[in-house]
């Protein structure tokens, strides 16, 4: 910064600098990071309605992977041509096929979904971490989404709840490009440290734009003359890697388990001067 002004001083460029904007919006989200994480814990305070009769919640360990922005029609668990999700195509499991995301984005759909709603308004409290809490489980919130933001806090505010809790991001989702796979070890050590009676979230960037970022530097697996659809379909090959390094740490324990994933939304087709785009939109139900 030196350098800088001194360079422009000599140069006669210093208004250039326009140093009370820069300082005013630095201040400016100074307060407002303040004001979103005053929010966060005053959120908190908020008591839950559950009353839940104790069970054998904690002969077993939990594990939600909340993933974002795949489509159904594009797994070929599903009957999608093209081998995306290899390990899901063959895993034991139960899998759905008429879940339908309640907002075709993560800041409306996520709350909606992991909290009680009236479709407007989400009593915060009563959210899947209390109930877990209320049932005697010991929680913890793993994300690699963003920690504040216009699009993140909201989430936050559920994972707030949890016994613990980590973000590989301090900031909103685009504030790191980190990798979805950093998640895995927070998991492993978890299950190494802990015993039964446990939830886990592990809530992942997944398929979110840009696709080839999420990648995390890994060439695509598919390949197309629509290179958007390339990466985007190669993340969800990642995903479904994810989900297997998942479900073989939670062998390795073993011990009884649960693991649950779905997507936050899907995506809408965009035709752009005959090219095909996926975009968040909420033109089509399903």
Known sequence: FSV???TRIFSGNVENLKLVGFFSSLFSSYQS???????????????PNWIVDAGNSKQANYVIIVGESMRRDYMSLFGYPTQTTPFLDQVKG??????ISTAPNTFESLPRTLALSDGKKNHIADNIITLAKAAGLHTHWFSNQGL????????????????????????DYQSRNTDDDELLPLLQTALANNGLGNLYVLHIMGSHGDFCERLGGEPPIFTSENSELGCYLSTYRKTDRLLKHAYQMLQATHSPFKLIYFSDHGLSHRHIDGKLYLRHGGENLQ
């Open 4 to 6: 800088v002004l001194v």
């Open 94 to 99: 139960t899998f759905y096929s008429d879940y």
């Open 33 to 47: 990071y303040s004001r979103q994480m005053v929010d966060m814990d005053t959120s908190t305070f908020a008591h």
């Open 148 to 171: 504040i933001g216009q699009f993140d806090t909201p989430v936050s505010k559920i994972a707030m709840f949890s016994d613990e809790h980590l973000f590989l991001k301090k900031g």
